[in-house]
Each structure stands twice: as C-alpha cells, then as structure tokens.
C-alpha cells in the first residue's frame, strides 16, 4: 500500500521554536501517522461515507478520546491525507523540471505518473478524494491545488516543446497539458477498473498523446 509519505519526518519533529524533538513527541508523531494510514485503509475499504471515526479509531488500535485528541474527526483526517498528496507530486515536478528534450521528458512523465496512478488504493484514494471534493470546498481546494500545480508544470515543458519546434505550434500548453493529465487520469481507471496491467496500456496511450501534440 502507498504509504502517502507518512513516514516522513518523524525522526525530525520539532516543536515551535525548533528544539529537538523528545520521545513524547515523537510517540505522537507515530500515533498521528498511524491513524492516518488507518483512516487511508478505512476509506479505500469502505468508501469515506461508509467509515466513521469510530472505525478509524479501531483500526489504528487507539481509543476514540486518543483519536480525537489529534484530529477533530474524518473530515480533517482526509483533509490531511489530500495535502500529503503533494509531497508525492515532488518527483513529477523534478521530472518535468528536467532540461533535457521536451519530447524526452513528456515521455517519461507520461510512464511515471501513469504508473504511479495505475495501482488500487491510489484509484480508490482518488476516487474518494474526489468525490469529497465535491461537497467540501477546503478540500476540494487542497485536491486542485495539486493538480493544477502539476499541469502548469507539464505546461512549460509544452510551452518550451512548442517554442523548440518538437511540439505543433498551434497548441495551447496550459489546455493541452490539462487534457494530457486527463488522458493518464482515465487509462488508470480503466486499468485498474477493467484489470488491464497499466504496462499493456501504455504504449498505446503515449502513442495517442504523441500523435496528438508532436509537430510533424
């Protein structure tokens, strides 16, 4: 299972002023990490609507007081879950930093944040993430905050494919990029959902992509 980078920075909790951390906050850095993977493995199992703070709170293996003393309920807890998200955009957004050939670096994103997509609990997560989204405003803010970020990323690389003369002129970077990201959004459900490996699919969908933007 994706962990959402939780693990991350446990070891270099600090408080306010930048002390070391001590042993107690580091229990409660783990004790907040294991809720949020519990909460993650609740909502992919039964759906967000489905899962209730007291099932979070029994997955983690913590009482419901211990729970509540880290996160106010669900909705927080998969509010933090959506801005973690972020932390595992940081390897597409080097990859499209990358100064090599446009062409070469849309081609190895597209393989990358295909595969990234393509797997259960990713679709799942991002179905109820989604679907939250919809009806929360603040996490709907965090959810497109990321995406968006990431399609002005893929943006440049068009942009500077276009001005490079490797990608057709007439495209416009900030719609295409979009609809490329759309595109991979699409074929991970559809292989995940049809049980079609992503590896299979691949081809296919950068050849589509490809012929879709390349100049010539």
Known sequence: MNDRSFNKGIEDVADEQGSPATKRDKAAARRRQTILEAAMICFIENGYHQTG???????????LGN???HFA???DV???I?????????AFFKLLADPSAPLDVLDRFVTAYAAYLATPENIVLTIEISSEAIRKP????????????????LALVVARGV??????ADLDADEASLMIIELIDASAYRSVLGEVPMGKMIG?????????VRNG
Not at 53 to 63: F, K, L, T, W
Not at 82 to 90: F, I, K, N, Q, T
Not at 144 to 153: C, E, I, P, S, Y
């Open 82 to 90: 959506a801005a973690l998200e972020r932390s595992e955009l940081d």
């Open 53 to 63: 703070v007291r099932d979070i709170a029994r997955q983690a293996g913590v009482s």
């Open 138 to 153: 603040d996490i709907g803010t965090l959810f497109l905050a990321n995406r968006n970020d990431l399609a002005t990323a």
């Open 78 to 80: 998969l509010a933090e």
């Open 67 to 69: 729970l509540y003393n």
């Open 204 to 212: 296919g969908l950068k050849g589509f992509i490809f012929a879709a």
């Open 163 to 168: 001005s490079e003369g490797d990608l057709r």
């Open 73 to 75: 309920g669900k909705h």
